[in-house]
């Protein structure tokens, strides 16, 4: 068993920055695929970004390329997402998740995805 803890989520302006963690226990982190997904009220949960646990093959969602990075530090068992530019439309509870695949694989979809954690809230303002 994986236990996941989000944290780091806030209520912050448009155009501000912020720096989600997922703190790991119970398991290393080190053989999982992580991923970040997130929902908004009255909207089903979407893929935002995932890291594969070998050769660290990321991939992202459109709507968030070049703003969202993904990374991990298997060290400290923590799976992290930095938010930059952030939007009123990327508001939204933020999930992150363990998935049980091949070391250099990134799925993007959450049925696959083994663990989640609780969740962190971000809430961004116009």
């Known amino acids: 068993q994986v236990q996941l803890v989000e944290s780091g989520g806030g209520l912050v302006q448009a155009g501000a920055s912020l720096k989600l963690s997922c703190a790991a226990s119970g398991r290393t982190i080190r053989s999982y695929a992580m991923g970040w997904f997130r929902q908004a009220p009255g909207k089903e949960r979407e893929f935002v970004a995932a890291i594969s646990w070998i050769g660290g093959a990321r991939y992202s969602a459109d709507s968030v390329k070049g703003r969202f990075t993904i990374s991990r530090d298997n060290g400290k068992n923590t799976l992290y997402l930095e938010l930059n530019s952030l939007k009123p439309e990327d508001t939204a509870v933020y999930y992150c998740?363990?998935?049980?695949?091949?070391?250099?694989?990134?799925?993007?979809?959450?049925?696959?995805?083994?663990?989640w954690g609780q969740g962190t809230q971000v809430a961004v303002s116009s």
């Open positions: 998740a363990a998935c049980e695949s091949g070391p250099f694989t990134a799925p993007t979809r959450a049925h696959e995805y083994n663990y």
